[in-house]
């Protein structure tokens, strides 16, 4: 069981260089996340999708966009990258609301 | 505004002695309580989770104490083993209504147990 799969696991990326990173889980699950990681800030979510099509904003959504044109998979974009978004960025799935989450193994970004 | 606030940011416990780690919540329509293990250079792993209908939830030598009129859950880690080093995040998140798919992590305990 692969679980949850985050692609790439580390990047650099120049200020104003695009990007995308995906996230794909193998288990059927309905929901999906993105969260970012920041020391001393916990896990602040991005954006979120509870379905096939469906997209919303989470709490830090300015600078990213998202699509789930899959179920299986959610991908997290950022058009313009800027130093701070420089974090370590997790994808996240869930069967539904207030159930586990299961998480990938994050992608550590660096935007110089 | 934080809606969880967790502490100690940091932890150092002996082999063996108890970890302990609180949360508080403001937010009364939270009903899923959720603790993450997380390691270096890993992903959050679900540890252990309680909702407000009980006080208490043991697993293993983890327990969640919950105390719903305080707004305060805790994690208790017993026996405290080298293994169990790591950053450990409290959550919360409500099923009904605005913002119900959002977990709402504190910020983060890092757990170090010395032999």
């Known amino acids: 069981n692969a679980g949850v799969t985050q692609t790439p696991k580390f990047r650099v990326l120049k200020t104003g260089q695009s990007m995308t990173l995906l996230c794909a889980q193998d288990m059927n699950h309905e929901y999906m996340y993105w969260y970012r990681q920041d020391p001393g800030m916990g896990l602040r979510l991005i954006h979120y999708s509870v379905g096939e099509g469906t997209t919303a904003k989470g709490e830090v959504p300015d600078g990213y966009n998202v699509s789930r044109l899959k179920k299986q998979n959610f991908l997290l974009g950022l058009e313009s990258a800027a130093p701070s978004q420089t974090s370590v960025y997790f994808c996240?799935?869930?069967?539904?609301?207030?159930?586990?989450?299961?998480f990938g193994q994050g992608t550590r970004l660096t935007v110089v | 505004q934080q809606q969880v606030k967790q502490s100690p940011q940091s932890l150092i416990v002996q082999k063996g002695g108890i970890s302990i780690i609180n949360c508080a919540y403001e937010?009364?329509?939270?009903?899923?309580f959720p603790w993450y293990q997380q390691f270096p250079g890993k992903g959050p792993a679900l540890l252990i989770a309680?909702?407000?209908?009980?006080s208490e939830k043991k697993e293993g030598r983890f327990t969640i104490s919950f105390n719903k009129s305080a707004k305060q859950f805790s994690l208790h880690i017993m026996d405290s083993q080298p293994g169990d080093s790591a950053t450990y995040f409290c959550a919360a998140s409500k099923g009904v209504g605005a913002g119900s798919y959002q977990l709402t992590f504190g910020k983060g305990t890092k757990l170090s147990v010395i032999p």
């Open positions: 937010n009364t329509a939270f009903d899923y």
């Open positions: 309680i909702r407000p209908d009980v």
């Open positions: 996240a799935s869930s069967y539904t609301k207030n159930t586990e989450a299961f």
